[in-house]
């Protein structure tokens, strides 16, 4: 991850790698299969703590994080990535719509993935999703660590959905086009020191204004 220099002055003497494993680890919500090679620096330096296959982070690191992320407020890249997020907003709850939609059918029942017509609306609205986030993760320069990856990882998603892997859209033990979404989500807030309550609140209303 490229951090701009400016981020890494602000890591409160933790070193470049470690700066880096805490910011991914925070941005992942936690580890799975990672080697002890891996994790053990921040498990040693109070930053992480490991619960049966998972590794997940410690207040401690998530408040690093936030710190290490946080642009400088009232900047030019502050407005810039500010504007991006709230058009991100609206198009993460039509993910979320789409997740939804992939597991449980509207009556409530589980998907059993039997009505290929149904699957291939579902399918059409993530593409619609798609489409629609392009030109927010353009608008996302900005960002710490770039949103190249973001494209890139998306993208790969995709691809594994569309090639028959089903859990490559939502499911949180691969880097599922759900997950992916959710650690851009997890970056913009600390970039914009923003906490999930407002980002809550600030999604329902640009939501129901777009509706008119």
């Known amino acids: 991850m490229a951090m701009q220099s400016a981020a890494v002055g602000r890591t409160d003497a933790l070193d470049e790698n470690l700066t880096e494993a805490v ?70 709850r039509k993910l979320r719509e789409v997740c939804t939609a992939w597991q449980c059918r509207p009556d409530g029942t589980v998907n059993d993935h039997s009505d290929s017509v149904y699957d291939a609306g579902v399918r059409e609205s993530l593409e619609d999703v798609h489409e629609a986030i392009q030109p927010v993760l353009r608008r996302l320069d900005g960002l710490p660590s770039g949103s190249g990856r973001y494209v890139t990882a998306l993208e790969e998603a995709l691809d594994r959905f569309d090639d028959g892997a089903v859990e490559w859209l939502a499911s949180p033990l691969c880097d599922s086009y759900h997950t992916v979404w959710m650690r851009l989500h997890q970056e913009l807030l600390l970039v914009l020191g923003i906490s999930r309550a407002q980002d809550e609140a600030l999604e329902e209303e640009l939501v129901t204004r777009s509706r008119g």
């Open 23 to 92: 910011v991914d680890l925070v941005l992942r919500g936690m580890w799975r299969g990672r080697p002890e090679s891996d994790h053990r620096p921040l498990v040693d330096a109070g930053l992480a703590m490991v619960k049966g296959p998972m590794v997940l982070p410690t207040e401690p690191a998530r408040a690093a994080a936030a710190r290490i992320l946080r642009v400088s407020a009232g900047s030019e890249q502050e407005r810039q990535i500010t504007a991006a997020y709230e058009a991100f907003l609206p198009i993460n």
